[in-house]
């Protein structure tokens, strides 16, 4: 972990919330490009609770919560929070930074997002006040490997709402894998196909198995 003390900076602090319906391979390596590129100090990682954006029912909040822990438990830099989960009512980004500025006084604060959440960010409850307390961080995932040449580096997308503002770019690599991907081939192949061996942590995988999550009658 990086020592803010020892080079007089400010505590720099990456936040990355998500249903994590369950946790895989991409969502590992979002917080592990973050910690590298950012020179985060601490990653907290967020399970939602009542995701007011879903138009699904999300898997019970301790199991996601579970396997959250499960797949982040060996990078040191990490802190699960479970503070969403335990609000009661609709679970808003701003409040729970707003929390997280108490808790890291004089911290800088980043958002971690994907292009796809960043793309709707002005229809998140008070956005604009969420800009005011936190740097934006999207991630890029070049179709191609590192390290990136400058043509990559550069390219932004330019559909974007021009309320927002340039975010800090975070490059990962192309990883063609969703929560909605793993739950659809668990039901179908099974948690213990090999297809899905470099998906998913072996933790949450076997936490999967044990709970019998995402079986073909689970209607999450």
């Known amino acids: 972990m ?3 003390e020892a080079n007089n900076r400010p505590l720099r602090v990456g936040i990355f919330g998500g249903a994590f319906d369950p946790p895989h391979r991409a969502h590992r390596v ?8 950012l020179e985060l100090d601490r990653c907290v990682v967020l399970p939602t609770g009542d995701a007011w954006h879903k138009p699904r029912n999300l898997s019970p909040a301790r199991d996601r919560l579970a396997m959250t822990r499960h797949a982040f438990a060996d990078l040191m830099e990490v802190q699960v ?3 969403e989960i335990r609000r009661q009512g609709p679970s808003y980004t701003v409040d729970t930074v ?3 500025r108490h808790e890291h006084p004089g911290a800088t604060l980043f958002l971690l997002l994907g292009i796809d959440q960043w793309r709707v ?6 956005w604009d006040t969420l800009l005011d307390w936190v ?4 991630a890029l995932r070049p179709e191609e490997p590192p390290p990136w040449p400058e043509r990559v580096k550069s390219r932004e997308p330019k ?3 021009p309320r927002l503002p340039k975010p800090v770019w975070l490059l990962m690599p192309y990883l063609n894998v969703s929560s909605t991907d793993m739950r659809q081939a668990i039901a179908t192949l099974g948690v213990g196909s090999p297809a899905l061996e470099h998906e998913l942590h072996p933790a949450v995988a076997g936490y999967i198995s044990a709970h019998s999550l995402y079986s073909p009658t689970d209607p999450a």
Do not use: C, G, K, Y
């Open 2 to 4: 990086n020592a803010p």
């Open 81 to 83: 929070d479970d503070q």
């Open 135 to 138: 740097v934006p961080v999207v």
């Open 159 to 161: 559909d974007l709402d």
């Open 121 to 126: 960010f002005p229809t998140w409850h008070r």
């Open 98 to 100: 707003e929390r997280l």
């Open 30 to 37: 979002l917080v592990e490009s973050a910690i590298e590129q």
